[in-house]
Every structure is written in C-alpha cells, then in structure tokens.
C-alpha cells in the first residue's frame, strides 16, 4: 500500500480501490478505475511494486477473502474485507511510527514520488498524466523540487550557455 503511493503516486482512495483484476503485472501497470472526479488512468509502477504484491498475495492477503479489492482488512470483523481509508490511515500512522518519522501521511508519500519523478528527469507533461491531473496548473503548483536538483539543473544550463556563447562570439 504504501509503495502504491511512494513508488506510483496514488491516492489514499486510489490505493483502496485497486482491485486484483486491475493488475497488469506483465507491462507493469495498475489501472486506476475511479480516480479523483471518477476519471479513469493507467498508471506504470515499478517491478518492486509488483514483487511486494506477489509477497502480499502469497503471505498476506487471507485466502478466503470475499472483496475483490486488492488490499484487504488482515485483523479483526473485518478480515477478508475491503480496506477503508480510515484502515489505510492507521496503516500509514503505524509505519511513521515504526520508522521513527515526526510526520508522514498518504498525501506526503504521494508527493514524494511525484517529487522524486521530476527530479530524475521526468517531463512535466508525464507527471500530471501519471498523477492523474486533469490540469498542468494543479502539477506545477502541486510539486516543490528540491534544492539540490534545481541547483543542478541551474549549473547544467549555464554550462550549456557557457559552451554556446564561445560560437557566437
């Protein structure tokens, strides 16, 4: 669950509504069926996603669950069934927990990867498709790059228009 978020940049709502039938393992893509506004979009997610679902459906997810949803309740009167948000949040919380983190929620796992996709390169255009943006505008106001990767990128371009600036001379 949580690498659905830091590795793909789902929401907390899109996490708990992957369903089994929704996987494509086989091209590394998760189909989302009802994202923010009901809209509907692939979204590629690693190899690393899809081994730690191969380990949750085999360890894991108890076998005579009756929802279809991927990520099922593992304790309680619930076994078996869908996972809620609220069961997602408590997840999250547990896990800040255990890793010692004053804050993590859905929202800032999610923003990491987004974060984390633009700084490896990835065109502006392929973020708000992959983060499901109906709006280039909710992309550019949704992501902060990180000092470091805007330095570099500064010093990249300057070098570039230092080599440049010798040829019109």
């Known amino acids: 669950m949580l690498e659905a978020m830091v590795l793909g940049g789902l929401r907390c709502c899109e996490v708990i509504g992957v369903r089994l039938e929704d996987l494509q393992p086989t091209q590394r893509r998760v189909f989302i069926v009802d994202g923010k ?7 590629p997610m ?38 809620t948000i609220d069961g997602l949040e408590q997840i999250v919380r547990a896990a800040k927990t255990r890793a010692g983190l004053e804050t993590a929620t ?11 996709l633009r700084e490896a390169g990835m065109a502006l255009e392929a973020l708000q498709a992959q983060a ?36 019109l001379r």
């Open 37 to 43: 506004g009901g809209h509907q979009r692939v979204v």
């Open 46 to 83: 690693s190899s690393q996603f899809f081994t730690s679902i191969s380990n949750y459906l085999s360890t894991e997810r108890p076998s005579d669950a009756e929802s279809d949803q991927l990520f099922v309740s593992l304790k309680g009167a619930r076994r078996g069934g869908g996972l």
């Open 106 to 116: 859905c929202h800032q796992l999610r923003h990491t990867c987004l974060t984390r």
């Open 132 to 167: 499901g943006h109906r709006s280039i505008e909710s992309t550019r106001v949704y992501l902060h790059l990180a000092d470091d990767w805007l330095a570099d990128e500064y010093q990249r371009a300057a070098a570039l228009i230092d080599a440049t600036a010798g040829i």
